[in-house]
Structures are given as C-alpha cells and as structure tokens.
C-alpha cells in the first residue's frame, strides 16, 4: 500500500542557511586553529634550530682554534675566546670522548665536574654528530641553560646559553602570522556569511512559493525576481515554470471532468466509477435505477451492486484482474442480464492503475420502441373500435326495430351510455398524453407536497380500499417537497393506486415509501402484496394500450393508458420509472422524481401518441365500419 508522506510543517529552530554557515564556520575555525598550532609549533622548532645552528657554528669557530694548539694553552685561550663573544653569560664545555671535562667556562678549575658521558645533548651528538637539549637544570651550576653539543674527532664541544628573559623571547614564536590568520579568517567569516544570506534568502523564497504551490495557492508572479541571477535562480525558475504550467494542465483536467460528469449525468446509459477497492467514485442516476431494477431489493448504497448474484461474472473479472495485473490480458468485459422482463449489457472497462469503469445499457428500449410504433396505429383502431362499435350496433337494433320493448331499448340505452363514458375517458386519457408529448415546457410548474399530496389520495380511494379489505402503509416523510405540476404528480400516484385496487386484488397491503435521497433527487416506492404479473409482462406495462389481461381489463373499464400517464409524468419531472416483482409476491414501481425544475423537462424517448385528436376520430370511424362484429338480429352479445 502506498503511504503519503505529510509534509513537515515544523518550523525550524535554526533555517538551512544558518546551518550551513556554522556547520562550515566550525570546519574552518578547527581547521585554523590546527594551521595555527601547527604553525607555532613549527615557528617554536624553527627558533630552536636557528639557535642551535648559532651555537654550532660557534662551536665550529672554537674548535678551529683549538685545533692548532696545544692542550696546555687551551684554558688561556679559551679564556680569552670566550671573553670576545658578546652574550657574556655563554657557557663554554670542552669534553673528550670518554666524557671528562677538559674545559668549563663556568668553573675556574678548583672544581671537579662530572662525567657529561650521559648528558642528553652529549648522547646525540655521539649518535649524529651533534645535538641539543631544551630547559635541562645544570648539575654544576644550578641554572637552566639550552645546550648544543657538537662532536670533533678529539673531543666534544658543548655551548650553552641559560634562559632567560632574553633567551625566551628570542625562542618564542613570531605572534605576526597569528594575527594575520585571524584577520584573514575573520574577513572569509564575513564574506562567507554574505554568501550563505544571500543563499538563504533564496531558500526561503523558494520554501515559501513551495508552501503556497502545496496550498494550491496562485503564485505572483514577481516572486522570480527575487532568486538571484545564478545557477540556484535559474533552477528556481525553472520549477515556478513547471508549477505554471501543472496549473494550467490542472485547470484543463478540470474543465473536462465537469464535462464528463456533465456528460455522465445526462447520459442515458447507467455509469459508475469506482476505485480498486470498489468504493463509487461517479454514479450517474441510471446507474442507481437499473441496479435496483436488476437486484431484488433496494440499495442503500451503490457499492452493494457487486454483491448481487447477476453481476458475479463482472465481479469475479474485476477480482482477477486486480490479483493478476497484467497489460497483455484483456482489460474489457461485457454480460447480458435478463431481469424483470428486461435485458441489460452490462459492460466493466478496467484501467491501469485497477479502477473500473461499470456501463449498464438497457437495449430492450430500442426494441420496445420499434414495436410500439408498429403497433400504434392497430392499438388505437382497435381500442376505439370498441367502443364505438358497441354504440353503432345497440342503435341500430333500435332503429330496425320498431316494436322494441321499452325495457330492451332501455338496457340497450344504458349501455350505449356506458361505452360512450368508456370512449370519453379513452379520448381524455389520449388528450393528456398528447398534451404531455407536444406542449411539456408549457406545464405550469410549482411547489408541491408529496406527503400531503398522497395522503389526499388515500383518503379520497379510503371507500374502495375498504372494499377490497386492501391497507395502505404511507411511510413517507413529513414535508417531502419537491418543484412540479401538481396534476400531474397527482395522476402518478394517483393511477398507480387505482392500477392496485384494481387488479392487485383482495385482502393485500400497498406499501408507499421515499428509500433514498440525494442532492438531486427523491427515490420512491409504491409496492403491493397483491398477484403480481408474469415476468414477461413486465417491460411492457408502460406501453399505451397495452393489457396484462385484456378481457379483464376491458370489463373492469380501464384505457389502457394509466401507466402510461405515469411514466410520461415521471419524465417530465426529470426522472425514471421501472417496475419488479417482490420477493414475497406482488408489483413493485422504483420511480425518481427530481427536486428542482429540470430546464429541459422532458424528451420522449419515442413520440407515439403525436398524432392530432381529429386523425384518431378519424381512424376510429374507419374502424367502426371494418371491424364490426355485431349481428342485426336482436341477439347481440355485450361488449
């Protein structure tokens, strides 16, 4: 799983530059204080040698007088060498090779000395010609001295000066090179925090565009003058480039996918996106309607999709791809789904980072429409036919015959007036839709009640309702309201009931419920516990004309065009309609309604009843010549 690192928002005790200047501030301050140990160790051991180089080199002279003379006029001559040299305080020792002393300048010979065999600057210089020994107390005189030894063929020369103030400062380092790497060092202190201030300043200007770029924040623009004009600015305005330019590229990606919401909400297919985990990214209404329509209850929640049995080929492709991810295998799979009298393809394009993509297409809308245009003209012929029919053949009994009873002419007259009322409903019901197809912007639209609204119509069918031993369950929410014409909200609920107590039958309950609600819409319920109807009926119970059972319904007095209403209705207010047998038996309708006026409220999928009231009068007299099945005869039969 991926982790996101937070960005430390942690304000810094100390910022980068700062730490930069004294990470190499202290590099540099040890660095010099080891140059300038080193060099005062060096300075020290510079001095020693050049004094020791004095003293050899009068050690040299000495013994170049000495050489020529003999060892009874040594301490004479010694004497007055010694006395020529100007430091008064030079000690002189002449020692042979056994290390007896021969001479001491600092001894007037009443004095034995000791054996200077082991003498520090004696041992070297028997080892390397010669040698010397810093601040060693003398054991003849008590004082310090610095001694240089010198060894000769016949004897040892060894010159000491003693220390003191003179002698100190003569070996004491030059503090000049001191001061000058302090001051050298100082001046690069300074020059190098210039440096890092500038550098820094950059920084921050770079963190804080970084802050407000994270922010997603417009960035002004003259923050680029404020890098310097170097290798760090050029690279930062590079990145306030690129950051441009992934705004812009932002920005675009935004415009189109407002587009393509805007595309999947008006889309007339279902569409949902969901992530690798199945979680709903997008889900267009269509999508919720037709996943309802194919499970056998409602969903709460659109991810209980992948938990139905009919989409368990989609689900186990998805579960496949996501354990075996692999560019070669196919990335598209596509099912048919047969339910409730309707079919679906249902289609899952998976992309590359393993999120999926659902389509559900009902194509059993294109076939309805072809057949219901086919059928229009034969479906209006002959409802009308009836009727009318009826009507032609009880008045001609009675103009045939003159000696007709007055009962008979009086049955025959009552029932020329009930299909008179017959054909007056038919021809109001065409009316209505007619209106609804041709003048639907032209509907006046208002606020409107559905809680009261439905209650009004319980109230009103309480008499049937009682009859027929049916109970109404109104699980609707208080102040559901919603922007619509009243009348036609009105005949939804109002055929949908009528459709109930009609042919549901006896001793049932109709369940009236609001399941879902979104930003956009309310999602309806109206449920029966009544008979049902075959599976195969179910696509078609919206067409005009159509019958479940056409000689019941013919004799129960309906159109034909009750559900019809309803859907063209339900389309004006901007929503869908499907309808699904129970479980525990009987019809349910799963219908939207949308909350607000839709701008274009209504497009029919196909207009089938556009046809202009005076061409259906036309056909159905058409019709009452052709398809009269009346005998003259007195013995006619009921319609």
Known sequence: MDIVSKPNNDRHFL??????????ISLFLIFAACFIAYQYQREKEYKVELLDTQLQDYNDRLHQELRYLPDSLWTSMLDSYISKHVNKEL????????????????????????????????????????????????????????????????????????????????????????????????????????????????????????????????????????????????????????????????????????????????????????????????????????????????????????????????????????????????????????KNGRIFIVECIIFQDLSFEISINDITQEEEQIQLKRQLTQNIAHELKTPVSSIQGYLETIVNNENIAPEKMQIFMERCYAQSNRLSRLLRDI????RM???????????????????????????????????????????????????????????????????????????????REDENYYYFSFADTGIGVSPEHLNRLFERFYRVDKGRSRKLGGTGLGLAIVKNAVLIHGGTISAKNNQGGGLEFVFTLAKREITARFTTPNKMLCIPLEKVLVASVACIGIFSPYRHDGLLKSP
């Open 15 to 24: 910022s980068f530059s700062r730490k930069l200047f004294l990470s190499v």
């Open 431 to 434: 009316s209505v839709l007619t």
């Open 91 to 338: 000690r002189v020792t002449v020692v042979d090779l056994q290390g007896n002393v021969l001479f001491d300048s600092s001894q007037n010979g009443s004095h034995e000395l000791d054996n200077h065999i082991k003498r520090p600057e004696v041992q070297k210089a028997l080892k390397a010609g010669k040698g010397y020994d810093l601040r060693r107390i003398s054991e003849t005189t008590g004082r310090t001295y610095f001694y240089s030894a010198t060894v000769y063929k016949d004897c040892i020369i060894r010159s000491a000066l003693p220390y003191n103030v003179n002698l100190m400062n003569n070996l004491a380092a030059d503090p000049h090179y001191i001061w000058f790497t302090v001051i050298v060092s100082l001046l690069l202190i300074f020059i190098f925090y210039k440096f890092t201030s500038k550098l820094g300043s950059a920084i921050n200007h770079l963190r804080e565009f970084a802050k407000r770029a994270d922010k997603n924040e417009p960035i002004d623009m003259d923050i680029q003058t404020a890098f310097p004009h170097n290798e760090l600015g050029e690279i930062s305005q590079h990145i306030i480039q690129i950051y441009k330019r992934l705004r812009e590229t932002k920005e675009a990606l935004y415009i189109e996918r407002e587009k393509l919401i805007t595309h999947l909400q008006t889309s007339r297919e279902g569409l949902g996106v969901f992530n690798r985990d199945k979680k709903e990214i997008l889900v267009n209404n269509l999508f919720t309607q037709y996943g309802n329509l194919i499970s056998d209850s409602n969903l709460q929640t659109t991810e209980e999709i992948f938990s139905i049995c009919e989409f368990q080929k989609i689900t186990d492709f998805i579960n496949k791809a996501q354990k075996r991810p692999s560019y070669n295998e196919e990335r598209r799979m596509s099912v048919h789904i047969n």
């Open 437 to 515: 197809d041709e003048a639907a912007n032209m509907i006046d639209m208002e606020k409107v009640d559905i809680s009261m609204l439905v209650s009004n119509i319980v109230n009103e069918v309480s008499l049937e309702l009682e009859q027929k031993q049916i109970t109404v369950v109104n699980s609707l929410k208080s102040k559901i309201q919603l922007r619509g014409n009243y009348s036609l909200l009105y005949s939804i609920f109002r055929n949908l009931m009528d459709n109930a107590i009609a042919y549901a039958g006896t001793n049932i309950h109709i369940n009236i419920s609001c399941f």
